[in-house]
DNA sequence: GCATAGAGTACCGCTCAGGTCCTGTTTTCG
DNA sequence: CGAAAACAGGACCTGAGCGGTACTCTATGC
């Protein structure tokens, strides 16, 4: 139903936290101050770890920490570790997702891909700590911009 | 991995090639004209038919129709049909997803989930058939605006 | 009345995400 | 130096849900 899996939903939980440190965070505390199960807090520091987002220090008095500030981090980026590049169908990027023979859709997809894309790394996880203004310009520069009123996509394909 | 289910993926396709023709059209036609299974588009075309976006006429010369102008239906309204609403996690709409106890960020997904939404509704189905603008401002009005150079999300929420 | 084609429903197998566990390695501390 | 702490890196298992299939019923046209 569209939507990204538990696991990168935990990861995001995850960097928050981590970002209320400063000093180096056990896998066990993390878990225990984010409500979530253990192993599944340990496995995913592991992958974010790998995938260049933290910094580990191992041994005892070990632990993880932030390689880079919270706002500097998109929630693409964590996506992208946890559940691999954003990718709508199997069909950008060159796949194929079925309907090969002269699909007209081929590389269309490629431009809803590049919005979600585009829209998930204009959101930092610093911009989830922080409450969400409810009434004003909350997405400002031009992701909400009441689609409904006017007529869909008008002005999104320049075409 | 953030990708939406093959069925939608078919939906979409199924819908552009029922935009092709003016009279109705039976669901043989349609699978051997789009190269996907026969079952498959019949079942999603009962799917698509149950929420409003066909019309059906039933018995001998039968087949269905769009019940709308491709450019007045959002890709959103597609992938609703057959994958359900929009939902980057289980706690948008105010469900939980597994950290319940005092989450920071329950309600923050809302601002994602809306974002991802609203990119989906400005795609219309015609946007999907005529070719994409290769350089030029392809996304014009505001998803894609470089989000890699400036600082990530800054300005995406208005606190 | 027969052929056509959608409407509705029920079912089944396969994939993969989600979760658990184990073992090895590194570092600190007594 | 030994023991404990904590990360590193797998292997493995299970369940839900997606994708696909089949069957029957009903409506329409010739
Ligand atoms: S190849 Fe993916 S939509 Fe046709
Ligand atoms: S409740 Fe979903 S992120 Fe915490």
């Not at 209320?20 to 965070?25: C, D, M």
């Not at 995913?44 to 920490?65: C, H, I, M, N, P």
Request: aromatic fraction near 2%; hydrophobic fraction near 45%; charge should be neutral.
């Amino acid at each position: 139903m569209f939507k990204l899996s538990r696991l990168a939903d935990y990861a995001v939980v995850t960097m928050v936290e981590l970002g209320r440190h400063v000093e180096l965070v056990t896998a066990p505390a993390l878990a225990q101050e984010t409500g979530l199960p253990e192993p599944t807090v340990a496995k995913l520091l592991k992958v974010l770890l790998a995938d260049g987002l933290l910094q580990s220090r191992r041994g005892a008095r070990g632990g993880y920490e932030l390689a880079l500030p919270l706002k500097d981090i998109s929630i693409a980026r964590v996506i992208a570790a946890v559940d691999g590049p954003v990718m709508v169908t199997a069909c950008v990027d060159g796949g194929d997702c079925g309907c090969t023979s002269g699909c007209s859709l081929k590389g269309k997809w490629d431009v809803v891909n590049d919005a979600i894309r585009a829209t998930l790394e204009a959101i930092s996880l610093a911009d989830m700590t922080r409450g969400a203004p409810d009434g004003a310009g909350g997405l400002s520069a031009g992701v909400r911009r009441g689609p409904e009123s006017a007529a869909p996509g008008a002005a999104v394909l320049g075409g």
